[in-house]
């Protein structure tokens, strides 16, 4: 029995490889100035909203739908203050922000707004005494609802819990999505880069006021180095023809390089008090003169969590559920990234309809 | 391929040479996994794909060694003074232009800050005051909840 060439290495390329490799190449760039012109049309946010409430930077928005409401309760997004909220509205088929929306909740989105250099004094309080109370009363007294849904992404969940163990009285339903809560596990690589002992968060803040968005962005980049510098653009180039690939890629990257800072006080005091000093599970952190104790919270929580999370691992949220003095808790640890449990096709086939169903059931 | 276990003994220290060891190990078998006749489409895929997992889990060990903290440590520390350097050298370049700096902006931040908490406090006081006279005229109890942080804002 003969042996072919290709079957004994078939690590070489054989001529007629070579060939049809320099072709695809060359059909590849080809394609190349219509990938350019998706990258200049690239529009992000599926659904129409408007801004309903302003306050200093932050402005509420409400999304905009000819879906009848079906459930009395409106639902409040609460992004994380690192990048834009857009990311739950990305894109048609890629935007949990429609599911809800199409089922008929009244849906609002939190868009904190961009903090000058004037800002850098805003702290913890600020945020969630101040900005997120302020918010949410607003969501009441619109809908004339006591009580309303809140979904907190990511450091949004935390400073979603952190507002619903101060207020419960004025949440019905809370839904925590890769939202960090515990930092005891200190093997997780981002708590060993902010580690007391190698990060001097209070220096960098007297220094630069605003925690600045390249840093932020360079570290969750040097997170999966790997994966978010080299291997993306391999991806990339071998998808060059598929043009619904490459809208979703440049929404994708639209998104990721659209960085913003941290005010300078809130950043050091969510690094110092809760990834450092690990406050909020242990029921010590304080926001101006109250304790927030996560034992308070007594609605139903959902805890979202994502299997292949490397920037809010499992390990970080889940303890959420055994800290709360609700008796209807859940948690769903979804096979999915952190931005896959927003954007991810199944994610938004599987994950988003039974949150929704979750939230309907306990209108 | 089996990982790499730090505590065999007969495993080369050097962190490179386990790098090279782990990744060729990988990347010479990756071709062979499936059948044969998928070998050819998806041999290159799979090779690139096992230098990839391997490389991104080296990078891992090395972001998480000591070393690297170490680095990352001197690195943030430097940047930081120079920085800092920089921004007194600002400031007083500012000053000598008789220019105000970002520190003077800074502390009219932070009076400014001050002086809305004292008057926040005090609208508080006056707000319970207020609730006290009036629960006393009609009877009822006085509202406990106690006032804003901040100033509400703009319902478009």
Not at chain 1, 314 to 328: Q, R
Request: net charge negative; charged share 25%.
């Amino acid at each position: 029995m003969s042996v072919t060439f290709p079957q004994f290495m078939p690590w070489m390329t054989t001529p007629d490889q070579m060939q049809e490799h320099w072709m695809g190449f060359s059909r590849k760039m080809a394609h190349l100035p219509k990938a350019m012109e998706v990258a200049r049309r690239v529009r992000v946010g599926a659904t129409p909203s408007a801004a309903v409430y302003r306050l200093d930077k932050l402005r509420l928005l409400r999304y905009v739908t000819d879906v009848e409401p079906q459930h009395s309760t409106p639902l409040l997004v609460v992004f994380a203050l690192v990048n834009r909220p857009y990311i739950l509205d990305l894109r048609p088929g890629k935007s949990v922000v429609s599911h809800f929306v199409n089922r008929g909740f009244d849906t609002y989105n939190l868009d904190w707004g961009v903090p000058s250099d004037g800002d850098r004094f805003l702290g913890m309080e600020d945020y969630v005494e101040g900005y997120l109370d302020s918010v949410v009363d607003q969501v009441r007294s619109r809908t004339e609802c006591d009580k309303i849904n809140v979904l907190g992404y990511c450091m949004g969940g935390s400073m979603s819990a952190m507002y619903a163990a101060l207020h419960p009285e004025k949440i019905k339903n809370l839904i925590l999505m890769a939202a960090p809560v515990d930092w005891s596990n200190r093997e997780y690589l981002l708590a060993k880069w902010t580690d007391a002992s190698v990060f001097d968060v209070d220096k960098l803040m007297q220094v630069y006021g605003n925690a600045p968005a390249e840093l932020l962005q360079g570290s969750f980049q040097l997170l999966k180095p790997v994966s978010t510098l080299v291997e993306k653009y391999f991806t990339f180039y071998e998808n060059l023809e598929d043009e619904k690939f490459l809208e979703d890629f440049f929404a994708m990257e639209t998104w990721l390089n659209d960085n913003i800072p941290v005010a300078g006080e809130m950043f050091r005091q969510f690094v110092k008090y809760c990834m450092q000093q690990n406050l909020l599970i242990q029921g010590k952190l304080r926001i101006g003169e109250r304790i927030v104790d996560l034992r308070k919270i007594v609605c139903p929580v959902l805890n979202l969590t994502a299997t292949q999370d490397h920037l809010v691992p499992p390990e970080l949220s889940l303890p959420f559920n055994d800290a709360v003095g609700s008796t209807d808790r859940k948690s769903i640890n979804f096979p999915a990234g952190h931005i896959g449990l927003a954007v991810g096709t199944k994610a938004n086939r599987e994950l988003w309809p039974s949150v929704c169903d979750w939230l309907a059931e306990r209108d | 391929m089996g990982q790499y276990d730090a505590n065999d003994s007969g495993a080369t220290s050097d962190p490179f040479s386990r790098f090279w060891v782990d990744l060729m190990s990988k990347m010479s078998s990756a071709p062979f996994a499936p059948s044969a006749s998928q070998m050819q489409d998806d041999a290159m895929k799979r090779t690139r794909q096992a230098f990839f997992d391997a490389w991104a889990q080296h990078c891992d060990e090395f972001l998480r060694s000591d070393a690297f903290l170490d680095v990352l440590k001197k690195s943030m520390d430097s940047a930081l003074a120079f920085k800092q350097e920089l921004n007194e050298f600002m400031t007083k370049a500012l000053h000598d232009q008789q220019m105000p700096a970002r520190s003077d902006t800074d502390s009219i931040l932070v009076v400014l800050r001050s002086m809305e908490d004292r008057v926040l406090e005090r609208i508080d006081r006056l707000s319970h005051r207020v609730d006290a006279l009036e629960s006393s005229v009609s009877g009822a109890s006085p509202d406990a909840a106690s006032g804003k942080r901040r100033p509400k804002g703009v319902p478009q």
